[in-house]
């Protein structure tokens, strides 16, 4: 069956700064392996994407090495309120952390994140780390600036309750959800083993859970995103495990075993990972692009074969159906038969 090329609207590829957990190769060839043609990559790098040089600095670490198409989101600091904006242009969204997060970037205080959401253009998208309260804060903030809003990777009920009320009101408000959260729960923590299930926004509860699937039928949640957040086994494995799943590889099969059970149709599954992304992040439409799966294939989630440097997922063992037979992007064959052709490097930056 053939499908559109796949967009994921958040990745961490983690070049420059970690690319012994990820770089560009590696995460634009897992993206390719998962289905992916077009990738939008977080700022948490080192160091993190905030004003012109760095953002150079990530375009040029990039170039040439990039598998499938990509954009940069940049990040707001406390210091670049009045700078940032002139990057718009060049950004594929402003990014806000407004919660705990890998990296330095939470913003400290609701002043800087007014200042951002009011001076960052209102046809550009902003993307929230906005959990619990500050999905709400931020809300809030959109209507005061009469601007839209998109909130990164929600996985609680209060929070998809709230976001389907400000719709209702008619407030610009998208949303993602990725694939870890509709697939597990806090009781899943055991069988993952100590340190590995860390993931930020944290595993929930199956009311959650069910929470998000009854959105996903509902129109509510626009977007599945993976938040592919690729760190080493033996950093996971350490007392101080940092957040972070790597999920460009599963999430596909994931979605489609979802359709084989009826959670949502086919046309639904295109929507939150293509059209829907698409829209959202105003990516014009990627010509003679698209994938072909087979629906039947049955699989073992074995991560030592997967193209991401981080060598392990938490769906390890975890049996699937419906597999990525190939990707052609721009009328060329990129992925075929469990390989990505290394050698062809195409992907081009979407905002440039
Ligand atoms: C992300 C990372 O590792 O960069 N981790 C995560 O658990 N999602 C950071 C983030 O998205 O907050
Ligand atoms: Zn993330």
């Known amino acids: 069956m053939r499908l559109p090329g796949l967009i994921d609207p958040h990745v961490h590829l983690r070049d420059p700064g970690h690319t012994y957990k990820e770089d560009w190769y590696s995460g634009t060839a897992s993206a390719l392996a998962g289905g992916y043609t077009c990738v939008l990559a977080m700022p948490n790098t080192s160091p993190p994407i905030t004003d012109s040089s760095s953002l150079e600095n990530i375009l040029e670490a990039a170039h040439g090495k990039v598998h499938c198409d990509y954009g940069i989101h940049v990040a707001g600091t406390s210091n670049n309120t009045s700078t940032v904006p002139a990057l718009s242009d060049k950004a594929s969204g402003l990014k806000l952390y407004l919660n705990d997060t890998f990296g330095d970037l939470r913003l400290d205080g609701l002043h800087i994140v007014n200042s951002h959401m009011s001076a960052w253009p209102d046809n550009r998208p902003v993307l929230c780390h906005a959990e619990t309260y500050m999905a709400a804060a931020v809300l809030m903030l959109a209507v005061l600036h009469r601007r839209s809003v998109h909130i990164c990777h929600v996985s609680r009920k209060e929070e998809i309750d709230l976001i389907r009320a400000a719709r209702e009101q008619g407030l610009a ?6 694939p870890h959260h509709l697939f597990m729960t806090k009781s899943d923590i055991d069988s993952i083993k100590e340190g590995r299930y860390m993931v930020s926004p944290r595993l929930n509860t199956i009311s959650d859970q069910n929470a998000l699937w009854q959105a996903i039928a509902d129109g509510v949640v626009d977007c599945i995103a993976t938040d592919h957040a690729p760190h080493t086994l033996l950093e996971k494995d350490s007392r101080n495990s940092p957040p972070g799943f790597p999920g460009l590889e599963t999430s596909l099969a994931l979605m489609l075993g979802a359709v084989r059970e009826g959670r949502l149709s086919m046309n639904r599954l295109i929507e939150l990972m293509c059209t ?8 014009a439409s990627q010509q003679e692009t698209w994938i072909e799966v087979d629906m039947h294939e049955k699989w073992e989630v074995k991560a030592s074969q997967f193209y991401s440097r981080c060598g ?5 063992g975890w049996q699937l159906q419906g597999r990525l037979k190939k990707v052609v992007l721009r009328n060329k064959t990129v992925y075929d038969r469990g390989e990505v052709l290394q050698h062809i490097r195409s992907g081009k930056n979407v905002n440039q």
């Open 276 to 283: 829907n992304p698409a829209r959202i992040f105003g990516l």
């Open 173 to 178: 408000v998208t949303c993602e959800v990725t």
């Open 312 to 316: 392990w997922s938490p769906f390890e």
